[in-house]
């Protein structure tokens, strides 16, 4: 009998244990740990995606920036449970201002606690993440939240990297970076870094949520330098101007024009990627080393391959707009005198001011085409040219960008042009220089039916407020959607400007992306058969 009672005893109390945990009854929460930083995630009003690089400066100038994911780890020990008032800062993008015109707002901070705030953007082009560099989500990591590729803190010991090259060969996407910096001392790699990643469908990241690098590295990891020692001795050497072209044999083989850089002299050529060695080789040494020579592609710019008359090439925006080509032969690429430029000076001839020789048929018509020895005209020399009335109004203008917001001029200081599936187009993306916020940070879309233009109007797709954002790159095998929407980055750094340097962000590489539909933009897709890839 006591047994019993003691049993029906055990059940009265789990009854009421369960009865305690019934709704509106909770067991206590554990303690939160009082060290866990407070997280602020900052996101796209528009798409409700975390937007990287976005400042949150306290009332006494402590700043923070989000991580890739758009986040912040805030764990400043004095401000911990305290109501802090954040300003909030991002070019591109705008936080609503309060009475007295402040951008920002306060949050009650709290260890493990969290608050999500909203910015709305001002680019057409929308931030998705960081590239290269150290922390790219260290604040995702401090918060213990996953990050959507495999090295999100540290790759390769890359701090930071200077103007990509991409380019698809042996079935995987090629990346090639000019100077980078390392952990280890001030002074990095500075002749060339390399790394591969899986095609997207392939097994890569979708390139809305990053990019799986893997870096051609050292034995102890660190990033290979992929330029040996050449004859000129220089210690700094570039590529630009990716191409792929078939051997002898019929093997496509990966191709890049050089430059080297010395206080006394420099050199230009041709390089040829060994894949067994992960290296490049110098297969061409070009005769000319006047950095002024019009056939260098190897200081600046990108390729595309388009097919002309039945002919395939490779065109170089290494002169602000696409005027540099090579026919797509081996032959031709290492031949110094096989370059053409694209031009309106009479054959043979330069440009000289007043006394410019310009090319006209009988008729007196202006005659633009591709043409050996011959070098082509700038922007500015064809202003100039139009302004003596050497180049008439009613002739051809093929470098006369313009806003098509206000009509004022666009200067280009670089770019990069891709055939387009849906404007049915050639789609540039192209660096501005002296634009009205920052010397060298203004990003603008243009489209025209050829590589070589006319390129005539232009919208802005991204800004900032005196930093650099140099040397951008599309990515044509990441377009979706039928090419409406492109990817893009760039390099952004402090270079050229009196702005302190971004921390972690500086000198490293930004992901856009851009919806050609954007009625801001006033792109509209050609008509079928009015363009086509091929350009004659």
């Known amino acids: 009998m006591k047994a019993g009672r003691g049993k029906l005893a055990g059940l009265m109390a789990l009854v009421l244990l369960v009865s ?118 260290r604040d995702s990591a401090l918060l213990g939240l996953p990050a959507p590729i495999k090295e ?41 870094t390399g790394a591969t990643s899986k095609l ?10 990053g990019v799986d690098l893997q ?74 080393k006047d950095m002024n020579d019009w056939r260098h592609a190897g200081e600046d710019g990108l390729a595309t391959y388009y097919e002309e008359n039945g002919k395939g090439y490779w065109v170089f925006t290494e002169h602000q707009f696409p005027n540099l080509r090579v026919e797509s032969k081996l032959s031709a690429v290492l031949d110094y005198t096989q370059w053409e430029s694209f031009t309106c000076l009479a054959p043979g001839s330069r440009y000289d001011g007043a006394n410019t020789k310009l090319d006209r048929d009988a008729d007196g018509r202006l005659v633009w085409g591709w043409k050996k020895n011959t070098p082509m005209i700038s922007q500015d020399q064809e202003k100039e040219l139009i302004g003596l009335g050497l180049i008439k109004n009613d002739d051809p203008h093929y470098y006369q960008l313009k806003s098509a917001a206000d009509g004022e001029e666009v200067q280009l200081a670089q770019s990069s042009v891709e055939w387009n599936d849906y404007l049915k187009q050639y789609v540039m993306i192209a660096q501005q220089k002296f634009g009205k916020t920052s010397l060298l940070g203004e990003l603008w879309v243009a489209a025209a039916p050829s590589p070589q233009g006319p390129w005539t109007k232009a919208a802005k797709i991204v800004t900032h407020n005196n930093y650099t954002f140099y040397n951008p790159a599309q990515h044509a095998v990441f377009a979706k959607n039928g090419g409406r929407t492109i990817y893009f980055e760039a390099t952004y750094t402090n270079t050229y400007t009196d702005h302190p340097p971004t921390p972690r962000y500086n ?14 933009l006033g792109l509209v897709p050609a008509q079928d058969g009015a363009n086509a890839k091929s350009s004659s």
Do not use: C
Request: a negative charge; glycine letters at 10%; hydrophobic letters at 35%.
């Open 215 to 288: 870096y051609i590295t050292n034995d102890d990891g660190s990033v290979k330098s992929l330029v040996p020692p050449l004859p000129d001795g220089a210690n700094i050497a570039w590529v630009f101007g990716l191409m792929t072209v078939k051997d002898d044999k019929g093997k496509e083989r990966l191709l890049a024009p050089y430059s080297t850089h010395a206080p006394e002299t420099r050199a230009y050529g041709i390089l040829m990627f060994d894949d067994k060695k992960q290296q490049f080789e110098p297969v061409a040494d070009f005769p000319s």
């Open 152 to 192: 999100p803190l540290l790759n390769g010991q890359v701090m930071g990297q200077d103007s990509v090259q991409t380019i698809v060969y042996n079935n995987r996407l090629y990346w090639f970076w000019g100077d980078t910096d390392r952990p280890s001392y001030p002074l990095g790699n500075f002749r060339v």
């Open 507 to 520: 000198y490293n590489q930004l992901m856009y992306k851009l919806d050609l539909a954007d009625p801001r």
């Open 20 to 137: 305690m945990m019934m709704p509106g009854m909770s067991l206590a929460k554990p303690a939160p740990d009082k060290n866990a930083p407070f997280m602020i995630k900052v996101v796209d009003s528009a798409t409700g995606r975390g937007i990287p690089l976005v400042e949150l400066r306290t009332t006494n100038s402590i700043s923070f920036y989000t991580d890739s994911a758009g986040v912040v780890a805030f764990d400043e020990p004095g401000l911990m449970n305290q109501r802090v008032f954040f300003h909030l800062a991002s070019d591109g993008y705008e936080y609503p201002k309060d009475g007295f015109g402040y951008n920002g707002t306060a949050v009650d901070v709290t260890p493990g606690g969290s608050a999500t705030l909203q910015m709305t953007r001002l680019n057409v082009a929308e931030r998705l993440y960081r590239v290269t560099g150290e922390g790219i989500y």
């Open 200 to 209: 997207p469908g392939q097994g890569g990241l979708d390139p809305d949520a």
